[in-house]
């Protein structure tokens, strides 16, 4: 069962709009993370930010925002004025390290932004 | 800084032949990962290393073999290749406070 959902495949929005990415995550850990990744063009992945289970802060990180709610599972990200520079894939992941016994990630599907300038 | 190195970056190999993909993580990183991402896909899991020790599989085929060695740099071999195998194939690394840093990837074409 994918652990990781992504419902938005993509999403095209116009330059300076606000867009949320969603992500709805399963886990029986009660420890685990939850991490954004950026995939430009170019290929390589960005790390964006790490969440741990018990850190429910919102955190907002220049245009960047999160919103983590254990009560619906979810780990959405936000871009506020979003760029061109923005157009990328994100992938949202978790990691299960107490059931798993390593850190690797379950990945979404990820969502294709396009910011049509 | 230092990231992970992954090289190289692009391959092209004929179907049936042996790929040899290597990875230098992050130094003082203990843990090294690879994920295998077909082409308009999600990262894969395939397998990885903690302390030179495999620590957990994942969906890696037989044909797949990888290991770390004393430098901590590891390698994934991949024999009787098949055209399914074209991926970009990523390595990260991490240590138990971080989280995984990837490499850029090496991009595998079998023809």
């Known amino acids: 069962a994918q652990k990781v959902t992504q419902a938005q495949t993509e999403i095209s929005v116009v330059e300076k709009e606000d867009v949320t990415l969603d992500c709805v995550y399963e886990?029986?850990?009660?420890?685990?993370?939850l991490f954004w990744y950026k995939q430009p063009p170019s290929g390589e992945l960005v790390f964006l930010i790490r969440?741990?289970?018990?850190?429910?802060q919102n955190e907002i990180s220049g245009r960047y925002s999160w919103n983590f709610q254990k009560s619906t599972s979810s780990f959405n990200f936000t871009i506020t004025a979003s760029q061109v520079v923005d157009s990328a894939v994100y992938f949202c992941?978790?990691?299960?390290?107490?059931?798993?016994?390593?850190?690797?990630?379950?990945f979404g599907t990820g969502t294709r932004l396009t910011v049509i300038p | 800084a230092a990231g992970v190195i992954q090289s190289p970056r692009h391959l092209i190999k004929e179907k049936r032949e042996t790929a040899t993909l290597k990875c230098y993580p992050i130094?003082?990183?203990?843990?090294v990962y690879w994920y295998q991402q077909g082409p308009g896909q999600d990262p894969q899991f395939l397998i990885s290393?903690?302390?030179?020790?495999?620590?957990d599989k994942g969906s890696i085929p037989d044909r797949f073999s990888a290991q770390q060695f004393s430098d901590y740099h590891s390698e994934l071999n991949m024999s009787s290749l098949e055209l399914g195998d074209s991926a970009l194939y990523f390595c990260?690394?991490?240590?138990?406070?971080?989280?995984?840093?990837f490499g850029q990837g090496t991009r595998l074409t079998v023809v």
């Open positions: 990260a690394s991490s240590s138990t406070q971080t989280e995984a840093f």
């Open positions: 886990t029986r850990d009660t420890t685990y993370y």
């Open positions: 969440r741990n289970s018990f850190d429910e």
């Open positions: 992941a978790l990691s299960e390290p107490f059931q798993t016994g390593a850190n690797n990630l379950f």
């Open positions: 130094p003082r990183h203990d843990t």
């Open positions: 290393f903690y302390e030179k020790m495999q620590s």
